[in-house]
């Protein structure tokens, strides 16, 4: 089945500097679409990017990614953390057919903590 | 626009009980997916909806858990003779019929069996 993997469990980071959390995937589909969602904390997951086109950078928010299918990646950067990006993200995966909205296949997580 | 509205907002639950979960999906949206949360397995799918029917419920426990969507308004998750490894936030989430396949979340049940 599918499966997304996201390497950094938690990530520490002085506010002012790059971030960047990788995620991978594996699917057999050949047009995945890919997501990052964001949690603060006692709140519910919120959409922060998503993208299906190959090799495309797509920004939302001061963040950005690019979707790699040859490398079947969708690692998420910034470049100056904010005190406000403490929190954890998620890579999710969807397979959709003709276009509807199909479940969502999320790594691990990455809890990102930004101090001053 | 309230979005997803998710009731009980938290609930415990005795083991061998019953609980029951609801969601009210965002109107005018046509899918309804249902996750669970926890720390140690994160997010995970249970099952979905589309225009109340039901699409693939791959992730459901399959012996006490159920889900259904009576009308576009509402759906529930069920679960029978709960234990506390069901200890968790479920999470509600709908999307419309677009392309966008944005999914938006509701606050979760969170759910403590004793």
């Known amino acids: 089945g599918d499966s997304v993997t996201q390497t950094e469990g938690l990530v520490t980071l002085t506010e002012g500097l790059p971030v960047m959390l990788n995620c991978t995937y594996q699917?057999?589909?050949?047009?995945?679409?890919l997501f990052w969602y964001v949690q603060h904390l006692n709140e519910s997951p919120r959409l922060l990017l998503k993208?299906?086109?190959?090799?495309k950078r797509t920004e939302h928010q001061g963040f950005h990614a690019t979707l790699h299918k040859s490398s079947s990646s969708f690692h998420l950067q910034k470049s100056s953390a904010q005190l406000s990006d403490s929190a954890l993200y998620y890579c999710?995966?969807?397979?959709?057919?003709?276009?509807?909205?199909?479940?969502?296949?999320f790594g691990e997580g990455t809890q990102v903590t930004v101090i001053s | 626009n309230a979005g997803v509205i998710q009731t009980p907002r938290h609930k415990v639950t005795g083991k061998g009980q019953e609980a029951t979960l609801w969601c009210e999906p965002i109107?005018?949206?046509?899918?309804v997916f249902w996750y669970r949360q926890t720390i140690v397995q994160g997010l995970e799918f249970l099952t979905y909806?589309?225009?109340?029917?039901?699409?693939?419920d791959s992730g459901m426990p399959k012996e006490r858990f159920s889900a259904q969507m009576p009308n576009q308004s509402h759906s529930t998750l069920k679960i029978q003779s709960t234990q506390p490894q069901d200890s968790a936030v479920y999470l509600c989430?709908?999307?419309?019929?677009?392309?966008?396949?944005?999914?938006?979340f509701g606050p979760g049940t969170r759910l403590t069996v004793l």
């Open positions: 993208s299906f086109t190959d090799n």
């Open positions: 999710a995966l969807s397979t959709l057919s003709g276009g509807l909205s199909g479940k969502l296949t």
């Open positions: 989430a709908s999307s419309d019929w677009g392309g966008s396949a944005e999914q938006f």
């Open positions: 699917t057999i589909y050949s047009n995945p679409f």
């Open positions: 109107s005018g949206h046509s899918a």
């Open positions: 909806f589309r225009n109340q029917a039901p699409i693939d």
